[in-house]
């Protein structure tokens, strides 16, 4: 059934490619209102929900500008759309390239993500500005087809612009600890090996561009920007070496050299991690994001990371007695996490899918003898949670202002504690190990402050103090109430422990070092600090640090020479208040009255068995709610044919429609390399519905129903027969001319994130789908189809792990020759094939197999292991077995062979040999495949923050 695919292989790698928005924006925004009001420059776009936030953020957009523009020399040529929503919680903006901002307000724990003392919105739209300046300055002509001109720009360039002239803070988390950590283990690169990628991209990309304003401060960005070189294009190596004294390599060195100074000197005179206290054994991660220790039996629960190849935070149990470490869970883990007084279960925070589809987060428990997970609470951006008894006690954020509520777990009475307003940040909420007093950090954006609370449970009085510095994870002394342990993160540099005494507010050090620490809990047996440590970019450990310690002391200072540093700043603020008028009213915005043009890409095309120019178009609207992919593929001999295609998919709150009219040629299917060629006109009709799973991102399930009307005409068929005259092995009679096929279909896809160990890939895909075709309909073939396949990864560990699929298929009825069922070799790459790797799996192709074998029923079972070499091999032992049959007749064939993948770029490249097993005389086959990768989803968008 190639000739339907084909327009899906379209859609489908179209659509995952460059249309990111599903991926980012949850269904839920599709199925409210959306709002548009002008100022001057910007077009403001927002759902009812977050009005307040968007009216003002019009004029925070104006007056950011009017500073940014002017410093970066750099304007907008029109009018720049900004996108608000509240409907996910999630820390995060980012800037497109087709001319648009997308912001979430109202978030929660965003001051962990920037680390400005200024409320969100303020602070995401001067970054994501910064972005989009840049972005709308460095198009040129080949902008017109594809966004490729930001590709010219380093990304941590890209955000080291965005940080510095964002007029963010330099400090421990906004690059501090992964830059130390990268000087140190004399290692700055962030390729896909490392775990801390991302966080040192921006840690470099911000430290570059201050350094480059503490060389030159009088430089504008103007001509930076501008630069094309001899064909158009933009290139920011070229640019900067001719619009700079010296190269940007001699840049870097220099910059390379002052960081290194800096960090080997406070190194120099700080303590050594290995001082700190003791480590604990056993517990190994490449990062640990949180630990705490049961308080009813010898074990810890920690979130983090044990392997390279793990994609996110996993929630793990280690049980000290036997020495076991248990997975628990994973995706969507913020990080917070405590036990119940008898420690049988932990409380967590995991982001999801609510209910109503959006994306927030909420309190999880699992418990650790049946590991079942349940959700605690019900869709309310609820986040740290700790109990008490039966109470839950977390965080909660209602339109960006965060306060303390609780949950009766028995009669599931909410109450409210703090009464917190303005956008109150509330993060690591801790219960001492009495389970009588509560401590959490705050930030308070209204007076630019961090500090942290106290909250007696008991008699309900709650102390607020106020510091100089950022303070994370108080902690409650377990033998003084009077004494509370704290993380400060010196200066924002330097952390440190540091106790804090009630009673008379004096500070007394704890520990003196240099690298990135954090308390996580007391251990109540001995009145040890629990402390996750940093010492080396891949390994985390965890030490017992005695609360009565002294720190050493080394002479020397460092604070001069790096002073100068922390005070390069852009200059300006954005707190003059100096705000535009609004200009219009506020109108209902309809997206399916703005589809543009997101994309013209030059495509090649076979038509008629002759490489042919053409492009596939994509136009959408900016959140993705109607799409539109058009095709156009020349016919040099018969211009009249040429090939076209226009297809639309709709989404709104319940389900997709996809509709299509296609007029293409394709290659139905080889016969013993013969090319047979049709051409197909064809309309199809689809509807699904996604079903969302509240537990986790990684299951997902659609139903779906469409019908296809196809009319097709074999362009080769004398070529075609002739060739088949010679070869008695083929059985194929009555090739039809042309043939109308007109089918219903009926389809179920599953995915389910199965247990994980350490394998990022573990998964279970189950498929269905099920083909009618009558002549009821019009149909020239009467028969039913069913395709039945399922898909299954195991994780074995962090480097093997099994594949298993099944393909199952039967045919009842008639079909027109050329779409018999059967086994199918795995066929090398011409051009529009390039897409069917998205449809692989319910391919029945054996990989060896010479040429295709046709009947009624097909098998094919391959079994496969795995073996990731590094991110971009991939190595692979696999046995390929099929089964053809029907009432009179039967063939299996085995194949077993090697594979390897390569990625490069934006594909796959697949190489393998193989040999059957039964018929060794045969010989060895090689063959070859490409395969779209998925992550090109990433390049075309900036994720801010
Ligand atoms: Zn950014």
């Known amino acids: 059934m190639k000739k339907i695919l ?39 776009i927002y759902n009812k929900k977050v009005e307040a936030s968007a009216l003002k953020a019009g004029r925070l957009a104006e007056e950011i500008y009017s500073k940014q523009s002017e410093k970066l020399g750099l304007k907008f040529k029109k009018r720049y759309k900004i996108y608000i929503s509240n409907i996910d919680d999630i820390p995060n903006g980012f800037t497109t390239p087709f001319n648009y901002i997308y912001i979430w307000a109202d978030v929660s724990n965003y001051s962990t993500i920037l680390t400005g003392y200024d409320k969100w919105l303020k602070s995401v739209l001067a970054h994501e500005m910064v972005h989009a300046l840049i972005m709308e300055n460095i198009k040129g002509w080949v902008d017109f087809f594809f966004p490729g001109s930001i590709l010219a720009l380093p990304r941590e360039i890209n955000e080291g612009f965005a940080q510095f002239y964002g007029n963010e803070n330099w400090g421990a988390e906004r690059g501090d600890i992964y830059l130390n950590l990268a000087v140190k283990n004399n290692d700055l690169s962030h390729s896909v090996e490392t775990i801390d990628r991302g966080k040192l991209l921006y840690a470099k990309g911000f430290s570059k561009i201050k350094y480059l304003n503490m060389e030159y401060p009088d430089f504008k960005s103007t001509k930076l920007f501008k630069y094309r070189d001899f064909f158009g294009f933009f290139n920011w190596e070229k640019s900067f070496n001719k619009n700079f004294p010296i190269s940007y390599k001699t840049f870097c060195n220099n910059w390379e050299k002052y960081m290194n100074v800096y960090y080997n000197w406070r190194e120099g005179l700080s303590e050594r991690s290995a001082e700190l206290g003791t480590k604990i054994k056993n517990i190994e991660a490449v990062y640990i994001k949180s630990i705490k220790k049961n308080p009813g039996a010898e074990g810890f629960a920690f979130i983090g990371k044990k392997s390279k190849n793990s994609s996110d935070n996993r929630l793990y149990y280690f049980n000290q007695k036997f ?17 119940n007084k008898s420690g049988t279960k932990i409380y967590f925070t995991k982001r999801h899918y609510t209910s109503k589809k959006a994306i927030s987060t909420d309190i999880f428990s699992v418990d650790l003898k049946t590991k079942s997970i349940e959700q605690t609470t019900l869709d309310c951006k609820a986040s740290n949670p700790v109990i008490v008894n039966d109470d839950l006690i977390f965080s909660k954020n209602n339109k960006g202002t965060m306060n303390l509520y609780n949950l009766n777990l028995k009669n599931k009475k909410l109450k409210k504690i703090t009464d917190f307003n303005n956008k109150f940040q509330i993060f690591d909420i801790n219960i001492n190990y009495k389970f009588s007093k509560i401590t959490f950090s705050f930030l308070d954006p209204d007076i630019k402050k961090f500090g942290f609370c106290i909250f007696n449970y008991q008699n309900g009085k709650l102390t607020k103090i106020f510091t100089e510095n950022k303070i994370r994870y108080p902690l409650i002394f377990p033998d003084n109430e009077n004494k509370i342990l704290l993380t400060v993160f010196e200066n924002n540099l330097r952390v440190n422990l540091f106790s804090y005494n009630l009673e008379n507010g004096k500070h007394r050090r704890i520990t003196n070092q240099s690298n990135f620490l954090k308390a996580m809990d007391f251990d109540s047996t001995d009145g040890k600090i629990l402390t996750i440590v940093q010492e080396s970019r891949n390994k985390n450990e965890i030490f017992a640090v005695d609360k009565n310690r002294i720190p050493k002391n080394y002479p020397g200072k460092i604070r001069e020479y ?43 095309f076979n038509i008629e068995n002759k490489l042919s120019g053409g492009f596939v178009g994509y136009f959408s609207d900016d959140i993705g709610k109607n799409t539109i992919i058009t095709y156009l593929g020349y016919n040099h001999k018969d211009p009249i044919n040429s090939n076209y295609g226009i297809n639309f998919i709709y989404r709104n709150y319940f389900f997709d429609i996809k509709a299509g009219f296609n007029y293409l040629d394709f290659q139905n299917s080889d016969y013993l390399n013969k090319e047979l060629m049709e051409r197909n006109e064809s309309y199809r009709f689809e509807i699904s519905i996604p079903i969302y799973d509240n537990k986790s991102f990684f299951n997902k399930s659609e139903w779906g129903l469409g019908f296809v ?25 009555n090739l039809p001319e042309g043939y109308n096929a007109r089918k219903l279909f009926f389809k179920y896809y599953s995915r389910k994130g199965t247990f994980y160990k350490n394998f990022p890939d573990n998964r279970f895909d189950f498929f269905i789908k099920i083909d009618l075709s009558n002549s009821f309909f019009g149909s020239d073939y009467n028969y039913e189809k069913i395709n039945l396949s ?4 195991i994780g074995v560990n962090d480097k093997y792990s099994i594949r298993l699929n099944f393909n199952f298929e039967m045919l009842s009825g008639e079909i027109a020759p050329q779409n018999r069922l059967g086994l199918k070799y795995k066929k090398s790459n011409s051009s529009i094939d390039l897409f069917s790797g998205y449809l692989y799996t319910s391919e029945p192709t054996l990989r060896g197999l010479e040429h295709n074998i046709f009947n009624d029923k097909t098998l094919v079972q391959k079994l496969e292991i795995r073996n990731i070499i590094n991110k971009s091999i991939m190595g692979l032992l696999f046995i390929d077995s099929g089964a053809v049959w029907d009432k009179n007749d039967y063939e299996i064939l085995n194949y077993i062979g090697i594979e390897f993948k390569f990625n490069f770029n934006i594909y796959k490249l697949a190489a393998g040999i193989s040999r059957r097993t039964d018929k060794l005389d045969e010989g060895y086959n090689y063959y070859w495949y490409i395969e779209p990768r998925k992550y090109l989803i990433n390049m075309f968008k900036n994720i801010g923050g």
């Open 562 to 604: 790096y002073k100068k540093w922390l005070e390069i700043k852009t200059g300006y603020s954005f707190n003059n208040r100096n705000l535009k008028t609004r200009r219009e009213q506020n109108k209902r915005y309809n997206h399916a009255l703005h589809i543009n043009k997101k994309l013209i890409l030059p495509y090649p």
């Open 6 to 44: 084909l327009a899906v292989f379209l859609i489908v790698f179209f659509v995952s490619i460059i249309s990111s928005q599903p991926e980012l924006l949850s269904r839920k925004n599709y199925g409210i209102n959306w709002y548009h009001y002008n100022t001057e420059n910007f077009k403001i």
């Open 323 to 339: 020495k076991k470490i248990k997975y628990l869970d994973s995706g969507g883990l913020t990080g917070d996490l405590n036990f």
């Open 790 to 793: 399922t898909d299954n990864i």
């Open 709 to 733: 009307d196809d009319k097709n005409i074999v362009i080769n068929r004398d070529i075609y027969n002739d060739g088949l005259a010679n070869n008695s092995t083929i059985n194929l009679q």
